[in-house]
């Protein structure tokens, strides 16, 4: 540590609001406790739950630091005792409680990953809170197998669009939803075998045309609302929802007929408040069962636009604008 700066640039929210309460400032680097690595952020992605935060909805877990970012890729700058294969100088990308939008940002060690060969930093900084997310929910909860098929609403997004690749490429057939014939074309690019226009077509109609009445065996919604309903029907049978979001509001009613007769399973998880011994489950999943993908060249992240660190505010507001494809990204 007596290398490195006592203050570092960072972004923090002022009061809860919009995007103008994003706003930079100098904060003291902070230190790595045991089992923890200091990283010298390159790159850090915007995500919705961020947006949450700066919102005043979404709190960081106690202990967390206060400024937002949930992920960040760049150089191991030190490590505190028991930080395990990692030394000063690695290439990682890693999922934080917050901190990332930061010169530098202390990060649990089984939270950190190599960044994958062939990445950039600033692909590598747009990773891991997409591919923990999509990891955990599609594959651990839903229990996605090769030769099922699965649906992703909001197949545009950041998470969408990891969930398209990766569902693709361990052997599942894909179907998406989004919301503009632009958005439907980038979702068939990355691998989605039918991709619906959610502003014009019904989806529980076009599910049914394409699988012959069927349906599908995993949906992925971040929705909520009226949808939910809509998502058992485009259940099969067995079939699986994994909830991780409502933007259409958490309060649903339903009938519970379908539910018991196509023995459907609902659940959901958020990721921020696990512990870091199950995200670090989660990294170690991936590094045996993605990381290879990512460095074969068969995943990457499609990075729509990026923002130097001070500029936050315009990031927030493109995300809020749901005029982009894929994610958005601070370079450091």
């Known amino acids: 540590m007596a290398d490195l700066p006592q203050t570092m640039r960072a972004v923090e929210i002022v009061r809860p609001g919009g995007p103008e309460v994003l706003v930079p400032t100098t904060r003291p680097v902070p230190q790595p406790g045991p089992g923890e690595v200091l990283i010298r952020v390159a790159a850090a992605g915007i995500n919705r739950p961020d947006v949450l935060q700066r919102k005043g909805g979404y709190a960081p877990p106690p202990g967390a630091s206060d400024l937002p970012g949930l992920e960040a890729a760049g150089t191991v700058a030190a490590v505190g005792p028991d930080a395990g294969r990692w030394q000063p100088g690695?290439?990682?990308?890693?999922?934080?409680a917050g901190g990332g939008y930061a010169e530098y940002c202390v990060a649990p060690a089984p939270q950190c990953l190599p960044v994958p060969a062939g990445l950039t930093m600033v692909e590598a900084g747009a990773v891991p809170e997409t591919f923990f997310t999509v990891w955990t929910n599609v594959f651990e909860r839903g229990r996605l197998q090769a030769g099922e098929r699965l649906l992703v609403h909001g197949g545009s997004s950041g998470i969408g669009t990891t969930a398209i690749q990766m569902a693709k490429a361990l052997g599942a057939t894909v179907y998406a939803t989004a919301g503009s014939a632009e958005k439907c074309a980038?979702?068939?690019?990355?691998?989605?075998?039918?991709?619906?226009?959610?502003?014009?077509?019904?989806?529980v109609a076009r599910v049914a045309e394409a699988t012959s009445g069927q349906g599908v065996d995993v949906i992925l919604d971040m929705v909520g609302g009226d949808y939910t309903a809509r998502n058992l029907e485009a259940l099969a049978v067995e079939g699986r929802l994994v909830q991780i979001a409502f933007l259409r509001g958490s309060r649903v009613?339903?009938?519970?007929e379908p539910v018991m007769r196509k023995r459907l399973t609902l659940t959901g998880s958020t990721?921020?408040?696990?512990?870091?011994?199950?995200?670090?489950a989660i990294a170690a999943a991936l590094e045996t069962r993605v990381w290879p993908l990512l460095a074969a060249g068969r995943l990457k992240p499609p990075i729509f636009r990026t923002f130097p660190l001070?500029?936050?505010a315009a990031a927030h507001a493109l995300m809020e604008s749901n005029a982009h494809i894929g994610k958005i990204v601070l370079e450091v």
């Open 310 to 312: 001070a500029e936050a």
């Open 90 to 96: 690695d290439a990682v990308c890693a999922l934080v």
């Open 253 to 256: 009613q339903l009938d519970l």
């Open 271 to 280: 990721l921020r408040p696990r512990t870091v011994a199950q995200k670090g």
């Open 186 to 203: 980038a979702c068939t690019a990355l691998g989605a075998d039918l991709a619906i226009d959610h502003t014009r077509d019904d989806f």
